[in-house]
């Protein structure tokens, strides 16, 4: 049986850079403090804490003192900085470069259109670290959109500029936007005018949809690994299932059943972008033997 592993998945460069910077760290620390799990999935995050990274809340945030903390690649709130400085805390940041930019264009436009009144718009999922770090920049003045429902509490009737999550997918993105624009048109036919629209989609994931698609369409079965808390992980083994029923989703080769390999000549391994690609060489050599 060939067993393969699409070679686009798996972490993606933001998450990268942010393991390597902790275990650069972990080189010359015994510990070091993470606010929140440094990438959604548990046994990446078991691997550092074996290494001596602890994860930490936000309220154990504040009883700590004089030590190291690390930022993750979803970026924090200017809060969370302002806390690390009251206590003493230095802090080793690992916020995804694509987020810092966002963040900085997020800050701009919440200053700008507090001039004429208007509001800053992010779509995203609510809760999430990244969205809570960007609303963070409008001093939490920001309306949370995930969905077309939550439109209906959203005024049209003043200037908008709107932002996505990184980590979002683009066609929906592209929806909301557009029933922004046509609420807008019923208002005033200069619509389009009040509403401001910013890409700030990262391109390695929206490229990762096609991508999967392509690669599973080469087997007659997919493996897709990924943390049950990753909503990256949770959108692209929900795409592919839709494609290809033979799809099952696991995080670890405890999950994997004898069953699903019968009448199958191939196997695909894939991923999230918070995947890494040990886990899924592992399993590649779990189900080759």
């Known amino acids: 049986m060939e067993v393969k592993i699409e070679e686009q998945a798996g972490f993606c460069f933001g998450v990268i850079s942010a393991i390597n910077l902790v275990e650069k760290e972990l080189e010359n620390t015994d510990k070091i403090y993470c606010l929140g799990d440094i990438v959604h999935n548990n046994m990446e995050v078991d691997r550092l804490a074996n ?14 003192k004089d030590t190291k903390i690390v930022i993750r690649a979803h970026g924090e709130p200017p809060s969370t900085y302002e806390l690390a400085k009251k206590n003493g805390l230095e802090v080793i940041d690992a916020t995804c470069p694509i987020v810092l930019r ?47 429902e939550d439109l209906d509490n959203l005024d049209c009737s003043i200037p908008l500029h709107i932002f996505s999550q990184t980590t979002m997918n683009a066609g929906e993105y592209k929806n909301i936007c557009k029933e922004i624009e046509i609420r807008l048109e019923r208002l005033c036919n200069s619509g389009k005018n009040q509403l401001i629209i910013t890409d700030s989609i990262c391109r390695k994931v929206s490229s990762r949809t096609s991508q999967l698609i392509e690669f599973a369409d080469t087997v007659d079965m997919i493996l897709f690994v990924s943390g049950k808390h990753s909503s990256n992980g949770m959108y692209l083994y929900s795409l592919c299932k839709k494609h290809k029923e033979r799809t099952y989703f696991i995080s670890s080769k405890d999950d994997i059943k004898k069953e699903w390999f019968e009448n199958c000549n191939s196997v695909g391994i894939s991923g999230a972008t918070s995947t890494p690609m040990w886990l899924m060489e592992e399993i590649a050599q779990y189900v080759s033997k």
């Open 102 to 148: 966002l963040q900085e264009n997020v800050r701009k436009a919440y200053q700008e259109i507090q001039k004429t009144g208007g509001k800053i718009i992010i779509f995203g999922k609510k809760g999430h670290a990244e969205v809570v770090g960007l609303v963070g920049q409008t001093n939490g003045e920001a309306c949370v959109i995930s969905n077309l």
């Open 51 to 64: 290494l001596g990274l602890e994860v930490v809340d936000l309220e154990r945030m504040k009883e700590l």
